[in-house]
Structures are given as structure tokens and as C-alpha cells.
């Protein structure tokens, strides 16, 4: 069987190396057997992506965005396997919610949003199905374009 990284790869991305977090925060934590993750920004070695630093997301770069939802939500899955060890250990993906930096006409938040949803969908199949908030704000973190929040159901462990 193939596993989720390996999907990940054959789809053209990497995993990011988890890094450590900018705040007074942790990346993720295990309750039981779900993950939530802290928002993730669409960083890339440490800096990041167009249009992430370019503040809000209009009609014209709406497509960066959905690239940058994509790299977010890598972000976010190394979150999770810094707490799980391993992502095939991920039964389900429970919800997804997308914050856009958004201009005050744009309202095609749901779009960009769909770049996360349809990469899990594809890394995770039927368990990538999830619920999902796309939420327009004003302002985010470093001038980010978008932040990406994750819960995910786990397999327990096996000491559990």
C-alpha cells in the first residue's frame, strides 16, 4: 500500500521539515485521537510564498492563492506528523478551515479554499472528505494571503 507520503510526492509536492513555531504556540496538539493543528501560512523554506506577503487576495490572484491554500495545508500536515509520527496513522480529515486576507469585493473565499480540500481529497481519498469553514478577513499574520487550520481523526496509538 502507498503511503501518504509517498502520494504526497507522486503529486508533485514535498513534505515541509517541520519547523518550530514564530510564537507562544504549538503547531499541533494530540487530544485523544484527534490532531488540531495552530493556522498555517503558505511558508516555504521559511519565507513566504507569492501571494502570501502580498497581503489581500483579489480576482487577479486568485489562482496563486488556491497554490498558496495548497502549500498551507502541507504546512499543516507536517504539523500533524510531528505529533502523530507518521501521517498514514491519519483515519480521517474532520475539518478544514481556510482564512483568506481577503479585498473587500472578493468573495470567492470557497475557491481558493478548494486547493487544500481537493489535495486532501486526493492524498487521503473518501477519508480526505471533510467539513470545511472559507472565511474572508481583513489582516493575517506577516501580511500572509491565507492561514490553514486542520483537525484530523488518528489511529490511537499502540501503548494506548
Not at 470557497?110 to 474572508?136: K, P, T, W, Y
Amino acid at each position: 500500500m502507498i503511503s501518504i507520503e509517498e502520494k504526497i510526492r507522486d503529486a508533485g509536492y514535498t513534505l515541509p521539515s517541520f519547523s518550530a513555531p514564530a510564537g507562544m504556540y504549538i503547531p499541533a496538539i494530540r487530544i485523544g485521537n484527534l490532531v488540531f493543528t495552530s493556522g498555517q501560512l503558505p511558508m516555504k523554506e521559511g519565507k513566504l510564498i507569492v501571494p502570501g506577503g502580498k497581503g489581500k487576495v483579489n480576482e487577479i490572484n486568485q489562482q496563486e492563492a488556491v497554490q498558496a491554500a495548497k502549500t498551507a495545508l502541507l504546512n499543516a500536515l507536517a504539523a500533524v506528523k510531528s505529533v502523530t509520527g507518521n501521517l498514514d496513522l491519519v483515519e480521517r480529515i474532520v475539518k478544514l478551515t481556510v482564512f483568506v486576507a481577503s479585498e473587500s469585493f472578493f468573495s470567492n473565499q470557497h475557491i481558493v479554499a478548494n486547493g487544500a480540500s481537493s489535495l486532501l481529497q486526493e492524498l487521503f481519498g473518501d477519508q480526505g472528505f471533510h467539513v470545511r469553514s472559507a472565511v474572508g478577513v481583513a489582516e493575517l499574520p506577516l501580511d500572509a494571503s491565507l492561514e490553514v487550520e486542520l483537525i484530523v481523526e488518528c489511529k490511537p496509538f499502540l501503548s494506548e
